[in-house]
């Protein structure tokens, strides 16, 4: 069975306005890619909330973040011709459109739900799985690489769970 790579992203909000903070993902090889993203003068919705959730003030963005053309040039680079699949894909699509259309470029990969890699066993087993998997890793930060880690982790554990011989 193939292992997918996967994406997170963080965002400004969850609603109308929202933008992409930061993108990360994980491949199956253990390579992981995480950047802050620095706003474009058109995204200025904040939520509070959310911050409180990633952790990711505003001002950091724009002291540490990378302009959303290099964003969507390494994700390219990276992901050119790969499925790669996100655990919120009504959210991660459009913010994932909105970056690439602030850069003026087209995804080279295709974002898809990772709902579609699970049968009815994973499904039932999915959210125990996380949870165990979040203690045994430990990751202290709600961020998009460390995210992207524990969804793959999570489907490695699932499936091992339902069909220990598929390894």
């Not at 069975?1 to 090889?29: N, R």
Request: glycine fraction near 6%; aromatic fraction near 12%; include cysteine.
């Amino acid at each position: 069975m193939i292992q997918p790579a996967i994406i997170d992203i963080e965002a400004s909000g969850f609603g109308k306005g929202s933008y992409p903070i930061e993108v990360g993902f994980y491949l199956p090889d253990g390579q992981a890619y995480c950047t802050l993203i620095t706003p474009e003068a058109a995204w200025s919705h904040w939520d509070d909330s959310a911050e409180q959730v990633h952790g990711i003030r505003r001002e950091l963005l724009f002291e540490k973040g990378s302009r959303a053309l290099d964003v969507c040039d390494d994700l390219n680079a990276k992901l050119r011709g790969q499925y790669v699949y996100c655990d919120a894909w009504a959210y991660d699509y459009v913010w994932l459109g909105k970056l690439f259309d602030a850069a003026e470029r087209v995804p080279l990969f295709q974002l898809k739900d990772i709902r579609d890699l699970l049968g009815d066993c994973e499904q039932k087993l999915w959210h125990a799985t996380r949870a165990a998997v979040e203690l045994r890793l430990q990751l202290r930060r709600h961020r998009a690489s460390s995210d992207a880690r524990m969804l793959f982790e999570t489907l490695l554990e699932a499936r091992k769970r339902c069909a220990p011989d598929w390894i």
